[in-house]
């Protein structure tokens, strides 16, 4: 099992920047790919952004590349998003995944999220 702890969300103004963190712990994570997504009220979970276990591929939803930046630390088990130029678009509760099996790029492992507020 993998568990995985998300931290850093909050309540931010149209333009500004926050940091989430998300902490790995059990079953190693440094051959997974790691992930965010995000569910806003009212809609499906979508997904953000990805890193390949050795963090030299990212992946991006077409409305955040350019303003968020996914980066992983394989030696802290922690997977970071930075937010720049945060939309009210972008209000939702972000959560953190991890692959089950390695190279699939089926996320099966979640965080239990945290709320990100975009005031405009």
């Known amino acids: 099992q993998v568990q995985l702890v998300e931290s850093g969300g909050g309540l931010v103004q149209a333009g500004g920047s926050l940091s989430l963190s998300c902490a790995a712990s059990?079953?190693?994570?440094?051959?997974?790919?790691l992930g965010w997504f995000r569910q806003a009220p009212g809609k499906e979970r979508e997904f953000v952004a990805s890193?390949?276990?050795?963090?030299?591929?990212?992946y991006y939803k077409d409305s955040v590349r350019g303003r968020f930046t996914v980066s992983r630390d394989n030696a802290k088990n922690t997977v970071i998003l930075q937010m720049n130029s945060l939309r009210p678009e972008d209000t939702a509760v972000y959560y953190c995944a991890a692959e089950r099996w390695p190279g699939t790029g089926d996320f099966d492992y979640w965080g239990q999220g945290t709320q990100v507020t975009v005031s405009s």
């Open positions: 890193v390949d276990p050795n963090n030299d591929k990212t």
């Open positions: 059990g079953r190693s994570v440094s051959n997974r790919a």
